[in-house]
């Protein structure tokens, strides 16, 4: 059986990355999109080939041919699309932040669950190979102890993204929101381990145009398994180049140029053997994200992120703006 998908959305990220991703799998198609611009929505279908064109959420929800809608509206709406999906009994892969709270993500998780669908968070960076090396290298204890970490996530958003992202705070603008649930959920991945507390400083350094959306943020991260993450994220730095470090009680490892979705440097091991380099196969992140939500919708296994997972990297990153709003450090908690 095909998977039909239908487009919520008529977003950059799909045009420029998931369609061609979903159509990367010759038994997935591109059914409809919906767009909340008439005119927006049919030129965007036109532009990529999608043979319908929704004029609401429920008229594309009310197509047969759909099995699965993937979500990448403003933060705002992914809430009441997802119920909205849910009850339709689609199947759902949202963008990320899943919610713009955890009252809102809770509600989707146990509608996705009601409605016997699959909720699927766009945490793409957990399909990564030299993400996945890292937690393979640290599972088989080749640093010893985790003890530290660092994520270095700064970028310059491009001038076709210096909208919503820097001027409205209700449609979850700010850099935390946006990049630091990524990097949460790619510690998670790595280390299997949980953020438990975390204290942060947001800046706005000349990009943001609206008093309440920060383009900068540093913060350091405890996890349940004592280490401390330091992650910096801003719209704002052209140069910084990004990339990962954990440090153990026997070794380091860095992998760098690692947060995009170009290909990643070498993984650099150091220990007391001396330096070691893995350089894992590249392949489309994307590409896998879609396999494994198909692959979850045919009951075969577990989407790459859960919308729990989703949920997680979404409370670590509130709690991060919290804590910069507060000038407290905040504990992390999950019902
Ligand atoms: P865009 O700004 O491109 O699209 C978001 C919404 O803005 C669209 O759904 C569309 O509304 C509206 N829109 C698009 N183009 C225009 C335009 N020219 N004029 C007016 N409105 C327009 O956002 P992104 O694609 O960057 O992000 C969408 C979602 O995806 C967010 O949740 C974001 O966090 C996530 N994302 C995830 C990434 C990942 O790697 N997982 C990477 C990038 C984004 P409508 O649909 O109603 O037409």
Redesign the pocket.
């Known amino acids: 059986m095909g998977i039909g998908f239908g487009l919520?959305?008529?977003?950059?990220?799909?045009r420029d990355?998931m369609i061609p991703a979903i159509r990367s799998h010759a038994d997935c198609s591109i059914i409809s999109v919906?767009?909340?611009?008439e005119n927006?929505?049919r030129l965007?279908a036109a532009e990529n080939n999608i043979p319908q064109v929704a004029l609401s959420v429920d008229e594309l929800l009310a197509n047969p041919e759909i099995d699965a809608v993937y979500i990448?509206?403003?933060?705002e709406l992914?809430h009441r699309q997802t119920l909205a999906a849910a009850q339709a009994g689609k199947h759902v892969l949202c963008?990320?932040?899943l919610a713009m709270n955890l009252n809102e993500s809770q509600q989707m998780i146990k509608a996705c669950q009601r409605a016997g669908v699959v909720l699927a968070t766009?945490?793409?960076l957990r399909m990564s190979a030299g993400i996945r090396k890292l937690r393979e290298l640290i599972a088989n204890g080749a640093i010893g102890t985790p003890l530290a970490a660092s994520v270095f996530h700064a970028v310059y958003l491009p001038e076709n993204?210096q909208?919503?992202?820097i001027d409205n705070p209700e449609a979850?603008g700010g850099v935390v929101?946006?990049i630091v649930v990524?990097d949460i959920d790619t510690l998670r991945f790595i280390l299997a381990a949980e953020p438990v507390e975390v204290t942060s400083l947001s800046q706005r350094g000349g990009m943001a145009t609206d008093d309440a959306v920060e383009d900068g943020n540093m913060a350091v991260f405890r996890f349940s398994n004592n280490l401390l993450a330091q992650i910096h994220t801003a719209f704002t730095i052209k140069y910084a180049g990004d990339g990962i470090e954990i440090h153990g009680s026997q070794g380091s490892l860095k992998l760098n140029n690692v947060l995009g979705r170009a290909k990643s440097e070498p993984i650099i091991l150091t220990n007391a053997d001396g330096e070691q380099l893995y350089d894992p196969e590249q392949y489309s992140l994307d590409d896998r994200t879609i396999k494994l939500f198909v692959d979850a919708i045919r009951g075969h296994s577990s989407p790459g992120a859960t919308g729990e997972d989703g949920e997680r990297s979404l409370a670590a990153a509130l709690c991060c703006l919290e804590s910069a709003r507060s000038g407290r450090s905040i504990t992390i908690e999950v019902q």
């Open positions: 919520i959305g008529a977003s950059s990220i799909a990355t919906y767009s909340s611009d927006r929505g965007f990448s509206t403003t933060n992914h963008e990320k932040p766009n945490h793409h993204l909208g919503w992202r979850g929101l946006d990524h």
